[in-house]
């Protein structure tokens, strides 16, 4: 049984539309992560979240906004994505952002843009 | 620069073969963290090992077996009579820990492109 979740599991959106995705984890964990699974390209780490602050943003488009309320929580708005943006979105956390902690993964969303 | 290489895309074996699944790693940093994940069709990704930069002793859990060699840059994993179950994408993947860690967390992971592996019946 994961402590970390998911939702939605599978969004379709179109191009015009607003939608956000959450993850919530239940091991009390400091840090919480965004990566971006494509299909043939390695996870691309996209936020990192330690203690409620971004400590990291890899450089992706204004088009996807984290937000992180409280150490449980991690959301990614989305708004105007491109048909290149469909893929599956996976939320992880750690018990700190320091190097050496194991990262427990979400189930993902799997996400289509129209 | 850190990077991590799968060299192999797909593998697929019969049930109770032998399989070793293939990772080489670069880094700048003295001090760094291996990891090994394992994704099945369900999506999550599924810890399975860590191993750190001063610990080359290899590791067995049961039917799964890491050999950490520092001189080649390898961190490879072996499955011992594989199962259907093990049918999973398998990826390998990087932390650095150093002061040549550049930019934002310590704690970001470089994966591999990861190796499909397929059991079949």
């Known amino acids: 049984e994961t402590g970390v979740t998911q939702t939605p599991r599978h969004l379709v959106m179109g191009m015009t539309n607003k939608k956000s995705l959450k993850c919530e984890q239940h091991?009390?964990?400091?840090?919480m992560y965004w990566y971006k699974q494509s299909a043939k390209k390695p996870l691309e780490l996209m936020f990192v979240y330690s203690l409620e602050e971004r400590v990291e943003n890899n450089s992706v488009p204004s088009r996807f906004s984290p937000e992180c309320p409280n150490s449980s929580h991690l959301f990614l708005h989305l708004h105007t994505l491109q048909p290149e943006d469909s893929a599956l979105y996976l939320c992880?956390?750690?018990?700190?952002?320091?190097?050496?902690?194991?990262?427990?993964f979400g189930p993902g969303t799997r996400l289509t843009v129209l | 620069a850190q990077k991590v290489t799968q060299a192999q895309t797909e593998i697929s074996v019969v049930e109770k073969e032998d399989v070793t699944l293939d990772c080489v790693y670069e880094t700048r940093d003295t001090t760094y963290y291996l990891f090994w994940y394992k994704q099945p069709p369900s999506g999550e990704l599924v810890f399975l090992i860590r191993?750190?930069?001063?610990?080359?002793q290899n590791e067995i859990s049961g039917r799964y077996s890491w050999n950490f060699q520092k001189s080649t840059s390898s961190f490879n994993f072996t499955i011992t009579a594989s199962q259907v179950v093990d049918s999973a994408v398998y990826f390998c993947a990087l932390s650095e820990a150093g002061l040549e860690n550049y930019g934002g967390s310590q704690g970001n992971l470089i994966f591999g492109k990861g190796t499909k592996l397929s059991v079949k019946p």
């Open positions: 091991l009390g964990h400091n840090a």
């Open positions: 191993r750190n930069s001063f610990d080359e």
């Open positions: 992880a956390s750690s018990p700190s952002d320091r190097s050496g902690n194991e990262q427990f």
